[in-house]
């Protein structure tokens, strides 16, 4: 058994100001405006847009990230709509052979602390009988788990015993205007703890990334 925190990669190369250059044409195609274009003309386009509420125009550039998280999070993940997922079958992957060798990987959920260097499971490491517990049943879920795949059970059936503390990877590709949405709701202090631990990092770094875009969204 492994315990790892969650994490975020994006995938999709971004140039930040060549992106808004893309914007920039897509919208003045609308009006016919392309002498206007200068090489600062794009940011004070896009912000305008953004201000007005004129959000369809920056649905022409897509980001995918790679959520590494837990299965109970990757449930809200795909609620959304207007996206494009690929995520990790518990299905087809059988977690007791090949690399895994039975290891199964489980998320440290954001509300414990584990001791410093614990990232695998050798018996009751802590002193808090809560943190203990959860860490017995993540054991025998796995032990569980393994022992179906010896007796002949596939890992579909076999997953049935597993809990949404497994971790899982998932792709996410949305266009910028969805990420927007995306992140007004789950950046906010009613979203999941563990949502939240994912994406406001992601939102800071796609900030630092991206100007205009997501400037004006608050946590």
Not at 115 to 120: A, L, R, S, W
Not at 139 to 159: F, V
Not at 187 to 209: F, G, N, V, Y
Request: overall charge neutral; aromatic content about 10%; glycine content about 4%.
């Amino acid at each position: 058994m492994k315990l790892i925190k969650p994490y975020t990669e994006i995938l999709t190369p971004i140039n930040g100001e060549e992106i808004l250059k893309i914007l920039e044409k897509v919208a003045r195609t609308c009006y016919k405006s392309e002498d206007k274009i200068t090489n600062e003309s794009a940011p004070k386009l896009v912000k305008a847009l953004i201000e007005r509420g004129h959000e369809a125009m920056i649905e022409f550039f897509d980001i995918t990230v790679k959520f590494v998280c837990d299965r109970g999070v990757s449930h809200e993940l795909v609620r959304h709509r207007i996206a494009s997922f690929a995520q990790e079958s518990t299905r087809y992957v059988n977690y007791s052979k090949g690399n895994f060798e039975g290891d199964l990987i489980f998320i440290i959920p954001n509300w414990i602390t584990l001791p410093e260097g614990i990232h695998t499971y050798d018996g009751l490491c802590t002193q808090d009988c809560t943190i203990n517990n959860w860490l017995h049943i993540m054991n025998q879920s796995e032990q569980s788990y393994n022992t179906l795949i010896k007796e002949g059970w596939q890992p579909q059936q076999a997953r049935s015993v597993l809990p949404n503390s497994l971790k899982t990877e998932i792709n996410i590709k949305m266009n910028l205007r969805e990420w927007r949405h995306f992140f007004k709701l789950r950046c906010e202090k009613a979203a999941h703890p563990q949502m939240r631990e994912l994406t406001i990092p992601l939102l800071e770094e796609l900030k630092s990334k991206i100007p205009i875009i997501f400037d004006d969204i608050t946590y």
